[in-house]
């Protein structure tokens, strides 16, 4: 039973064993979650946003994405909890001092550290190269390593002075267990913002509606009989006042001739003393005589 040549095959050769599982590369997956946006898979580049879930990406593709939501990409799953840009946080990254670009090693003479994270955290100094855990704030935007938040317990951001909780606290790129934990807080979010904005327009509709039943309100009705005696009332007493005339203007013309007729002038009252009547142009004291007015024509007509 040997093939041509003499040769003899081996079991292995002529028996199909199961398949190996392939097994994926933990550095491989550590650099596609850590340098890599999670939408476009290209490199990450500033500026570096993230969303309720602790993903990475580059904020050129969200707005692509939101902008298009149309076309084809290749991780749309990744995106589809996020309707608008209020749903992503741009993130205060610390750069990393030893990290040299991607041109370190154009030669290939060099070691290449894979390991070599571009950002660090600003307390500790560890890189974010997916060995450790980091976390962001999302009031602020700026991010930490996990061992920094426990060792250095505050109410208020290391680098910005801003105050957060520790539901503000999100893990960026978590496990399984950690990204349902997000997503149930994400969920509990959004369904309080939705039941604010229906008790506040609940309210607007209230006061709209009470402002309209006010305006819609009857005005009291009026008897047109009753008006119009009262109107015929009114006039024949009109009547009755002008005299014989019978012409109610002319009474209304009589009032303010009275009243004039009736005014004094402040020099004339007694009961004033000379002192205040003395404040006043009509006083003898403002007058002036024959030889203190000037017989030519000046700007100031007090001139003498």
């Keep these: 039973m040997g093939c041509d040549g003499g040769t003899i095959p081996k079991r292995h050769e002529l028996v199909k064993g199961p398949k190996k599982v392939e097994k994926v590369d933990k550095n491989a997956e550590l650099a596609a979650k850590w340098k890599y946006c999670a939408l476009s898979q290209e490199r990450l580049k500033r500026p570096i946003v993230s969303c309720d879930l602790g993903r990475l990406y580059n904020k050129d593709a969200i707005i692509e994405y939101l902008l298009d939501k ?43 550290d894979i390991h070599c994270g571009m950002f660090i955290c600003p307390v500790v100094g560890l890189e974010m190269n997916g060995k450790h855990r980091f976390c962001y704030l999302q009031t602020c935007g700026c991010v930490f390593s996990d061992r920094a938040m426990k060792e250095v317990k505050t109410e208020i951001c290391h680098k910005c002075g801003d105050p957060f909780k520790d539901e503000d606290v999100v893990v960026l ?28 327009s609940k309210a607007a509709e209230s006061v709209s509606t009470s402002s309209e039943s006010k305006g819609d309100t009857p005005s009291p009705p009026v008897d047109v009989a009753g008006g119009s005696s009262l109107q015929n009332g009114s006039e024949s007493s009109q009547s009755d006042v002008a005299g014989p005339s019978g012409s109610s203007s002319s009474s209304k013309s009589s009032k303010p001739s009275s009243a004039s007729s009736t005014k004094r002038s402040i020099q004339e009252m007694e009961e004033k003393s000379e002192a205040f009547k003395s404040l006043f142009t009509t006083h003898s004291s403002a007058k002036r005589t024959k030889d203190q007015t000037s017989n030519w024509v000046t700007h100031t007509p007090y001139h003498f």
């Excluded at 290749?74 to 990254?93: M, S």
């Excluded at 790129?173 to 959004?190: D, P």
């Design 173 to 200: 790129n978590g496990t399984k267990e950690e990204v349902e934990k997000l997503k149930e807080r994400m969920e509990e979010r959004r369904s309080k913002a939705k039941t604010k904005k229906s008790k506040k």
């Design 70 to 112: 149309t076309a084809e990409r290749p991780n749309v799953e990744a995106v589809v909890h996020i309707r608008g840009t209020k749903d992503i946080k741009e993130l205060n990254l610390t750069d990393n001092p030893e990290w040299e670009g991607e041109r370190r090693n154009t030669k290939g003479d060099r070691y290449e």
